[in-house]
């Protein structure tokens, strides 16, 4: 056993460590030669397209396929509001954080608001929208037009049924859009803890995505429009862009295959089972968490000697250093996170690390 | 043989009609579960640029990968050249026509020149910046800091040594950065009348991209600053381009197969090879072309009737109606067209269409 | 008299060689202490967008005031189209030509036309967007969403009634805003040529603006919106885009002053009477125009030798060289011409130029 | 006495409630008919920059007119950092509130830091660098390139030489250009408490511009790169950005009278004196003010009370209501405010007003 561990190295740094659910490969290799057109006029696209509307419930929904999530948002975000609209994120938002000003690049400003463990509360929008409009300089500041939430958070948390309705009656009342960022969306509607579904996220939002990269696919985020109001000529806007990939297959083929007999969702579900698993290896050592998350992501805070006994040996992320000298760190879990990784992990914990001695 | 017809429609509409090449499909199958980090710094990665690098002989070169043609054109050139810079080309040119406005959306003016066959003339660019700079008003006009060309150009012929050289002697003598963007570029060194290798490409511009995506990858483009002298930042400048793709490993994968035994090359010949055999079915019947192009497009000006010959049976692009009622038509071949799908065009071409009857 | 020539160098440059008309001055200074606020709330710009709504004859028209031209047709162009929108303009339009890419800045490519001394013909265009549809692939371009002229024309010439309608025609036909710069308005209207008054400019397009800077005024352009649709925000997109003046109250005064007793078209008519003298002086000698242009700009062809005869006394500009060596050029008279100034060209040009001996 | 103030609203509302120092309109009217190139190159233009390269003493520096605040800063921004470059400023500065996103319509990324009175404090810029570069995911953030600070501040406040030395420190050490906005510069460095001159701002940053708009002049900015470093083709870059002024004269004839016998300083000085004694009303009364500002600015905390009394006979900025009922006001002074508008204040302030009875 022992030189097992010497050789591998686990990686529990990300969710997106390996290739694609297998099933998605052999897809691939099975479709390979059959002729379709490009730009996501292929069978394929329009067959995985069908599939999310059935699952939302949504006939009328018009589905997108782009690539990457950084991509996604700069482009949904341009496209859905004016040049001068500025778009409200909490301030641990991905957009507002780590797309290197993607969204700034196509001329919008990007408003914080605090961070509540990785969520925007309805309550301090309502008030910030408030003040803006009492303010009779607003017409001097950016203008808000967007609210940008992510679903699960950054932090690995997820709002509630009651906290997205929120949210969308700030939106309705004060006349913004409502996008919901899913890069990981199948861990966020796979945690024991959400109180919604697919369907209810198309139903309380103007605009979301389903993301592939991250659960299960090479690359690839699906763009859905509940009601069908996609931007005018969002084809074109795509392209502008730089978000139009030519072999639009290879995006149809993978969301055909995750929205094939519910993939999608059982691969988010084992995700999530992994999570809970890796959860109660440190609980159990009583280990704290920096935030209490429910999805894929974990916040362990770790000593500088259990960060010690896993050197060489498995990998995560630090995100923060502690003014106590400990270490907030990440560990995710994925769709094809294997139980006997985390058995792995539980075993590095419990001896000294030879590496780091 | 005849109910075969009736069932297949070949495809030579582009030449990302199919998936990849299958050397391809099984490296990511086999690499699949090994664990790396993302956006690019995985070991497949670091190899394809190493295999890159020995292919050009330039052991300095910067390599990244980008996702798809549009997507690389407008990242590098607002990487490159200063934010208030133009970039020149031909008026047929990818940037010019068929981007969307990508290039304007960073904010750069594409000036465009008279194309010929697609070219642009180093003649006429030194006599436009002649001009440009003899007029006083110069300083109220957008100034150009770029040439782009393409190579193989969108009609599919290719400049010689010579013309790249004097392109770059005019870019040197008036201080712009020469980019060849090489969506095509396979295409364009396996032709039987070039006279330049990557290598030579390396050598006489300042950045230039491999295309993946029309030459046997799912997507994927490489970026080469021959001289190592990429923009600082580069990666930031990727992201903020929405250009930079989570799972790398699926650009990585895909370039080391295809700069692994010279097989980028060995397929782009083979494109050629059905090229030059499909050439042949159109000359053989005194079909005139539009353009004699040397590469996987050719341009055969076909009448209605041998349109209607085809119908339903072989796809095609029709890029213009002449005033004799003639059409401009586009036939492209691949690294995975089939001798015997160009034998099957000659034979629909030989038998009257029952189909358009 | 011989003596006042060499102290004195005549300029026909421009139309903006001197400061402003001086019931701009008087009413600036008799105005000054007058506390208002700022950012054209002001009860001078009140007043001044009264005048302009009256004499249009659109009481229910928008108005607002911008600093300086390629400022307002940026911001115009972006404000009254979408982020993906591209702008339609003749070849030798001054967004295409001399804004130093300002339009791009903001994101939208510049589409042009061939010029026809400076104008766009109607059934061209109709033709260039029938061909855009038509082609497959239009989805892929960059979206034609408005047309751009200037009135009169970068060349001196101006549209006719008939000429303007069928613009706003197929403007109308495929959904897509008419614009008209008129940076130089007054001089156009003024035309003995003109068949079109300030209310058929508002009545024929979606947006124009009336040139203060080249027409009497220190600076300001008023941009109109006739039918009162201005853009939801605009005030905040003047913001954004720099425009908005703090001392609005500089544009109102100035636009007052020129609004008031039919101010500015007259001085716009005597710059047209100023326009004919200095005609009269080049066909006079035989001199031929380059265009013959019924405005404030002449482009008389002269040789080397007319040319010396005017070194070091009268300033023209050089547009261009022609073949055959003689040179195509531009004078300009304004609203502050004087007859006196003609006369001297007048005899300017009848002796030997001793300094060009 | 009492008529009077029926009459007459004071107002404390900004710095540009007034037209211009009238030694600025006499010199426009004395040169209105002086011939002159357009574009900031005529010979006013020219000895107003050699006037400001003398006052602070720096024959290197190269010197532009731009219009207004907003279109300074973005077009500085956007002209000295790379298109990706983000920019640090404190919450409450100018750029990352009060200009519409201007900033960000040209691509860049505004990071924001605590304000303390206005002011970014440099340990805290420190600490923000070295923790966004200890952060290994930087290269996915925006890239911190320029650091703009406002002097005086948005609040009044001024920075003392040792803290302006202290950001000039961080950025030197971390690459990034520092860039003051001198909006309101004269009421600083006029300021008893200020112990920089214009000399030492000239030494002490890489760009900074003298407010002309709120410091006597109708309008006007003049940029100042101290070192003569000024960005390559910014000519073009300022006619990009819409903010080239036709005639440039304007400015250089504004700048050329406020240079001229020390007039910009000495005129704020006179601003500071009425300031000091505006302070000297609201503070022989007991008032507290929300900043101890040294400059033009000032802002006392009122009662509704004492804003009743001076509702309809003088106008103030209201900036914020407190939890306790009473509102943060703001009472600017500036170069034109006389000694007897503030008596009268002194006045209003001892009388019940009958208008809010």
Redesign the interface.
């Known amino acids: 056993m022992k030189i097992k561990y010497i050789c591998v ?3 529990f ?2 969710d ?5 659910h ?1 099933a998605i ?1 052999e897809r ?2 099975k ?9 996501g006029e292929d069978s394929f696209s329009e067959d995985a397209k069908r599939l999310i509307r059935e699952t939302i419930g949504r006939p009328e929904a018009s589905v997108f396929f782009l ?9 949904v975000i ?2 859905v509001i ?3 609209g ?1 778009v409200i994120a909490a301030d641990t938002g991905h957009i507002a ?6 969204v ?7 408003i914080t608001l605090p961070s509540h463990n990785g969520k925007m509360d309805a309550g301090e929008l309502r008030s910030y929208l408030e003040t803006f409009y009492e303010d ?2 607003w ?5 808000p037009d967007m609210v940008y939430i992510s679903f699960p958070t950054e932090y690995g948390t997820i709002y509630s049924k009651a906290e997205l309705s929120e949210l969308k009656a700030v939106c309705r009342d004060y006349r913004m859009k409502f996008f919901i960022d899913g890069a990981r969306l199948g861990y966020g509607l796979a945690s024991p803890q959400a109180d919604v579904t697919l369907k209810d996220i198309a139903n309380l939002c103007d605009v979301f995505y389903i993301g592939g ?2 659960v299960g696919a ?2 690839g985020e699906a763009v859905v429009f509940p009601s069908g109001d996609a ?3 969002f ?3 795509i ?9 639009g ?2 995006l149809g083929i993978q969301f055909q295959t995750l929205f094939t007999d519910g993939l999608y969702l059982e691969i988010s579900r084992h995700a999530i089972e992994m999570a809970q698993r890796l959860k109660g290896i440190f609980a159990s050592r009583g280990i704290p968490f920096y935030i209490d998350s429910p999805t894929n992501q974990q916040f362990p805070i770790l000593t500088k000697e259990q960060m010690d006994a896993l050197e060489g040996k498995a990998l995560f992320e ?1 995100w923060a250093k502690l003014p106590d000298g400990r270490y907030v760190t990440r560990f995710c879990t994925s769709w ?1 996170t294997e139980a006997q990784q985390i058995d792995e992990l539980d075993f590095l914990m419990s001896v000294r690390n030879p590496a780091s001695a």
Chains 1, 2, 3, 4 share one sequence.
């Not at 479709?31 to 730009?39: E, H, R």
């Not at 700034?104 to 990007?110: C, P, T, Y």
């Not at 392209?239 to 072999?247: D, E, S, T």
């Open positions: 190295m686990i990686s740094t990300c997106y460590n390996e290739g694609a297998p490969l691939l290799a479709t390979n030669f059959i002729q379709v057109p490009g730009y690539v990457g999530g950084t991509q996604t948002n700069s482009t341009d496209a004016p040049h001068y500025a954080v780590h797309e290197s000003g993607a700034e690049l196509s001329g919008h400003k990007v009779a300089a017409p001097h500041m950016a203008h990269t991250k090479l690359c931007p005018e000529h084809f074109t806007i392209k502008q862009h730089g978000a139009l990939l030519a072999k297959r290879l630090i094809c």
